[in-house]
T-cell receptor, first 110, second 114 residues
Framework: GIQVEQSPPDLILQEGANSTLRCNFS?????LQWFHQNPWGQLINLFY???GTKQNGRLSATTVATERYSLLYISSSQTTDSGVYFC????????????FGGGTRVLVKP | GAVVSQHPSWVICKSGTSVKIECRSL??????MFWYRQFPKQSLMLMAT?????????EQGVEKDKFLINHASLTLSTLTVTSAHPEDSSFYIC??????????FGPGTRLTVT
């Protein structure tokens, strides 16, 4: 099956700093989503981005499908950005089945 | 955005009993729902795909007789953990897929088996 690797595994930021999270995947995909899991376990949809670039406030994401990676940018980080960020991909006829990466655990310090 | 609910949010049960978890898409119809399991400080692992009106498709290594899935309508899927044991204690999360393949997740159910 498809492999998904996220880096870095852990990230500590000072409030106000910018950061880039990376997601590499091993095969062609037709579905890619970024999520933020809050301390209560809820996964919040950030981006549905199988290709291209999107922005939503302080967050933006870029997927380069031909090179099999996606990037999530967090600008001017806030303490509420703390949590785990997951990248998940789907491919082929079962593009709706998501395979999750290991996640990046982010801690933003005040 | 699309909203998915789960009930209960947490449950404690005794070993040997069964527990049913409900997953509902509140503002859209979902022909396909998914069930995941997450252990502490780990990623999500897909357990099964639930299709409305047909049998669920289980991932390799998931016991279909232990984790019964029913997708009775376009807005409801249920997961029943039968004869639960302490090793079944985990965080169970469902998701529902919209027409564009984007998945939306429920808040999860924390199961503790004593």
């Amino acid at each position: 099956g498809i492999q998904v690797e996220q880096s870095p595994p852990d990230l500590i930021l000072q409030e106000g700093a910018n950061s880039t999270l990376r997601c590499n995947f091993s095969d062609s995909v037709n579905n890619l989503q970024w999520f933020h899991q809050n301390p209560w376990g809820q996964l919040i949809n950030l981006f549905y981005i199988p290709s291209g670039t999107k922005q939503n406030g302080r967050l933006s994401a870029t997927t380069v499908a031909t090179e099999r990676y996606s990037l999530l940018y967090i600008s001017s980080s806030q303490t509420t950005d703390s949590g785990v960020y997951f990248c998940a991909v789907g491919s082929g006829a079962a593009g709706n089945k998501l395979t999750f990466g290991g996640g990046t655990r982010v801690l933003v310090k005040p | 955005g699309a909203v998915v609910s789960q009930h209960p949010s947490w449950v404690i049960c005794k070993s040997g009993t069964s527990v049913k978890i409900e997953c509902r898409s509140l503002d859209f119809q979902a022909t396909t729902m998914f069930w995941y399991r997450q252990f502490p400080k780990q990623s999500l692992m897909l357990m099964a795909t639930s299709n409305e009106g047909s049998k669920a498709t289980y991932e390799q290594g998931v016991e279909k007789d232990k984790f019964l899935i029913n997708h009775a309508s376009l807005t409801l899927s249920t997961l029943t953990v039968t004869s639960a044991h302490p090793e079944d204690s985990s965080f169970y999360i469902c998701s529902a897929r919209d027409r564009k393949y984007e998945q939306y997740f429920g808040p999860g159910t924390r199961l503790t088996v004593t």
